[in-house]
């Protein structure tokens, strides 16, 4: 069984952290715009330098060069269905996605909306570290990285992400408010829209994320 979908929430409300979880529980392949412009970055490639500077200052990449990546990952990988993390994150993005998908002669089957408060956005952000190597993230505040902050997957070097600076975090809400909020009606009138309270523990939330992929997509 091929299941298909997305999962939206404010920065910070874990998307990263259940699209993995999803990923080992359930073997849907996961990708994340954000986690491959982070990664072309690091290598120095044209696309990772182009958009650096939005990325750090908080705004949103064109939309272009996000469907774009997006159709090519679908491509190479789409044939297991998927996960997006971080994907579609504007209405003109969540249109292309329908298109490409009937192009394809197939559909979204659920879209996990998680839910947090802007208190929970603070907190988490502020505390978040995350592996230069492997992309592991964590919390500053457990006490395991607190003196040694080294990834315990690959020793990898554990740091802030630079937009998850404060006034940085300020900007990517504006942009989570105005440009992906209009996304919850939209795929709540194609009836596959599902809230979840993220406010609360990662195995507490994944509790209910499993629930309804089993429920929802059954295998
Ligand atoms: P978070 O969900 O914590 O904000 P991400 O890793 O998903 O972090 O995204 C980091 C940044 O990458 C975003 O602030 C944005 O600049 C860029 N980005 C990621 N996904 C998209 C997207 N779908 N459309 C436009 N920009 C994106």
Redesign the pocket.
Known sequence: MKRRLVLL?????G??TQAEMITRQFGIPVT????I??REKDLGTPLGLQ?AE??QY??????E??VEL?EDWLRLHGAHGFVF??????LR?AEALLSILKRLRTALDLAIWLDVSEQTVRDR?SGRLQCRSCGFVTSAMSAHFADRPVCPYCDGRLER?T??DFAVLQK?LV??NTKTQPLAEFYGKMSILHRIDGNRGREAVFADVSCLIEDKVPA
Do not use: C, H, M, N
């Open positions: 929430g404010a920065p910070g409300s998307k990263g994340s715009p954000g986690a412009l982070r958009t939005i990325i908080g705004g949103l990449v064109s939309d060069i996000i997006i993390d971080g994907f579609p994150r504007t993005q952000i992400r937009d998850d990517r942009e989570f």
